[in-house]
């Protein structure tokens, strides 16, 4: 019992003695608090705080083809996310068609949102979420589609509208279908153009190298005034082969140009509906 009170004596407990015992306990207790708060938040931090889905990036599904967000949009004022979607067009149109989502915020994972499809052309979609209040974090799109017999849903993917990179809009009034019509026709006319770009890219790749065969056909023919008879026959067979391979090149440009015909008829009947819907919004 005397060894046990001199334990507790005033020299031995008082935290300014270094060398007393409670002073390596609270020690210890402070810096294992300190260590376990850090470790409890670095484990219990949600995964899908920091995470956003880029746009105009095709991501794979768990099923055939590819979907891609064009927009994220946030209008702060109106508390409204709109996101226009385009599925890939391998795509079943019966998916598109069948196709629902679960929105839910990040900061209240216990409440789904509420949305509604703004308008549908073809393979895009233009959604709007209600209810998107400062500080919701991330927003969660999971996609679902459902089969039509069975009525199950299965999650073909999953999307991210992070609060720190989406656009923000501060207009009064949000887009309206037709806004949204205008936009997609818009966006269709775009990529036809770039495409046709491309075909211009490929063609006149193609007749450079043709110009390319055609200088090398002139060289080996010039070899010809030095060479013997055998020497000859090989060099001609060299020419044959780069002349075919000049007519497999202008085969090739017969074909980018008739795409390129195609393609311009499209941007035509393309401007022709954009100005048709844009004299009746």
């Known amino acids: 019992m005397k060894e046990l009170f001199k334990a507790f004596i005033p020299g031995k407990t008082s935290i300014r003695n270094k060398g007393s015992w409670l002073?390596?306990?609270?020690?210890?207790?402070i810096l294992g608090s300190f260590i376990l708060i850090l470790a409890s938040r670095f484990f219990t931090e949600d995964p899908v705080t920091n995470v956003h889905t880029p746009i105009k990036k095709w991501q794979n599904t768990s099923t055939s083809g590819s979907v891609r967000i064009n927009q994220w949009t946030w209008n702060k004022e109106k508390q409204t996310m709109d996101f226009v979607i385009e599925y890939k067009q391998e795509l079943d149109k019966d998916v598109i068609q069948n196709v629902q989502y679960k929105i839910i915020p990040n900061a209240t994972p216990d409440v789904e949102s509420k949305?509604?499809?703004?308008?549908?052309?073809?393979?895009?979609?233009?959604?709007?979420v209600y209810d998107v209040k400062p500080n919701f974090e991330?927003?969660?799109?999971?996609?679902?589609?459902?089969d039509k017999e069975s009525d199950n849903e299965e999650e073909i993917l999953k999307v991210f509208g992070n609060e720190k990179n989406v656009s923000i809009e501060q207009k009064k009034t949000l887009p309206t279908k037709e806004d949204y019509q205008l936009s997609f026709i818009k966006?269709?006319?775009?990529?036809?153009?770039?495409?046709?770009?491309?075909?211009?890219?490929?063609?006149?790749?193609?007749?450079k190298n043709i110009e390319d065969l055609n200088t090398e056909i002139n060289l080996l023919d010039a070899k010809k005034t030095y060479q013997i008879s055998d020497e000859k026959e090989e060099t001609n067979n060299q020419i044959e082969a780069k002349k075919?391979?000049?007519?497999?090149?202008?085969?090739?440009?017969?074909?980018?140009?008739?795409?390129?015909?195609?393609?311009?008829?499209?941007?035509?009947?393309?401007?022709?509906?954009?100005?048709?819907?844009?004299?009746?919004?």
């Open 187 to 207: 966006d269709d006319i775009e990529i036809n153009k770039q495409n046709l770009k491309n075909k211009e890219k490929e063609k006149v790749e193609l007749k």
């Open 138 to 146: 991330v927003l969660v799109v999971k996609i679902l589609s459902k």
């Open 23 to 29: 002073f390596y306990v609270l020690t210890v207790f």
């Open 244 to 281: 075919s391979e000049i007519k497999e090149k202008e085969n090739e440009i017969n074909n980018v140009e008739e795409a390129e015909k195609k393609l311009q008829e499209k941007i035509d009947l393309l401007n022709k509906k954009y100005q048709a819907t844009n004299k009746i919004s």
């Open 115 to 128: 949305y509604k499809i703004i308008n549908q052309m073809d393979n895009k979609q233009a959604i709007r």
